[in-house]
């Protein structure tokens, strides 16, 4: 696998939801502070739009020149609050998330273990609504 | 802002997204080994079920118990990887980034400024090729 391009993706995409976040926080305090901007900067930050944090700033560039600045402070400012901690949190988050599953498969299989049921009377216990629209 | 309720919905984000490269992986190592196998897992990892990626694994075990275990190896492999690279990463590309943004807003300020082409007798210097056949 490529560990170096994968960092790289997982880097545009942390950048651009911080990008969001940054907008999201924009929004908070212009409720506070002038309601009407904040109620244009919402509708503006489509979730399309917001995708692609760079094409999102640069468009915004364009229409509110001000707000686009400041989402600039903010996101960096994020980044540099938040990223520190990502890696301790991320990497306990996909272990306990890995333990989590292993346990309920191991639950599942053990409940539903088909050894268990192996005359064609005993029909296995089923959920009801199993469903199996792929 | 809340520092640390974006820390951990980022986090949330970067484990699904670990998650999706995670299946990415093992359908190209799939396509190695077993093409049939790499097919199935492809058809099976729609853009919504990635979208996340606890509730994707979920249903995965539900379907083919060895590829669920083995997406929860690699995604930890791929944390355990990616994740101490990340903050520096992010950082700099948001300070670079930025950078980017600020200066092509300025390049955009700089060439169509109102306030430099204020008398109508002044037109400002324009492409060569003007015709002028009065």
């Known amino acids: 696998m490529d560990v170096k391009q994968i960092a790289k993706d997982t880097t545009r995409v942390l ?11 924009v929004i908070a305090q212009l409720n506070e502070t002038d309601p ?41 400012h994020l980044a540099n609050e938040v990223c520190e901690f990502l890696p301790e949190m991320v990497r306990t988050g996909i272990q306990q998330a890995n333990m989590q599953q292993r346990r309920q498969q191991l639950e599942r299989m053990t409940q539903f273990d088909p050894s268990t049921v192996d005359t064609a009377a005993d029909s296995p216990p089923e959920a009801s609504n199993e469903s199996d629209n792929s």
């Open 36 to 76: 009407p901007r904040a109620f244009w900067l919402q509708n503006f930050s489509t979730r399309e739009r917001v995708q692609d944090g760079e094409l999102f700033v640069r468009e915004l560039f364009q229409e509110r020149q001000d707000l686009a600045f400041r989402i600039l402070t903010v996101r960096e």
């Open 15 to 25: 950048m651009s939801y911080l990008t969001y976040q940054a907008v999201r926080t």
